[in-house]
Structure formats: C-alpha cells, structure tokens
Nanobody, 115 residues
Framework: QGHLVESGGGLVQPGGSLRLSCQAS????????GTWYRQFPGKDRDESEW???????????GYGDSVKGRFTISRDNDNNKLFLQMNNLKPEDSAVYYC?????WGQGTQVTVSS
C-alpha cells in the first residue's frame, strides 16, 4: 500500500516563499509522474486545480498558467520525494496543496498567504 505525506505548508506574507515536500513510500515512486494540485475553499478535492507535474525521470515539467514563473516542481527519486518551491506568493495561492503519484494522494498541507 502506497502513501504520500506532504509537509511544508503554513502562513506566509504576500511576496514570500514556501517549499512543499511530499514523501512517498510503499510503491516505486520513480516510475510515476509526480503532480501537485490545490483545493480552494468551498471546492471538493476532485475539483482541485492542477498546479504542476514532473516526469518520472525529472526531465520534463509542466505548470498551470496561474503559477508559471513563480513555482518550481522538482523530485529526488533516490529519496522518494517530490517538491514544490513557491515564490512570490499571492493571497489567491491560499489553498490546501496535495501531491499525487500513481493512484495515491497525500493528505494535503494548508498554505495561507496573508498579511
């Protein structure tokens, strides 16, 4: 049984940065695309916005228009980790952030951007 556990969320001021991490276990993480989603207040998790994804080998990435140029996705397959570096954060980035790989989802980590 696979598991994903996110960490790194919190409260940050507009313009600040956070780095989210996602620890994978119980499956071969390196074989799968890694993806970050975010769930806004009042929305179900299946309505989450796709934020970014990275190919299994880490050589290809993609970003949603709202985060392009501010967020960077990366991975460490040796340690089964997925990352999301978030810079120049805005209040509209406030959401619960989830990582996903294969059929597994993490439990989510809250990011709040507020002064």
């Amino acid at each position: 049984q696979g598991h994903l556990v996110e960490s790194g969320g919190g409260l940050v001021q507009p313009g600040g940065s956070l780095r989210l991490s996602c620890q994978a276990s119980g499956f071969t993480f390196s074989r799968f695309v890694g993806t970050w989603y975010r769930q806004f207040p009042g929305k179900d998790r299946d309505e989450s916005e796709w934020v970014a994804e990275i190919a299994p080998g880490g050589t290809g990435t993609g970003y949603g228009d709202s985060v392009k140029g501010r967020f960077t996705i990366s991975r460490d397959n040796d340690n089964n980790k997925l990352f999301l570096q978030m810079n120049n954060l805005k209040p509209e980035d406030s959401a619960v952030y989830y990582c996903r790989a294969s059929k597994y989802w993490g439990q989510g980590t809250q990011v709040t951007v507020s002064s």
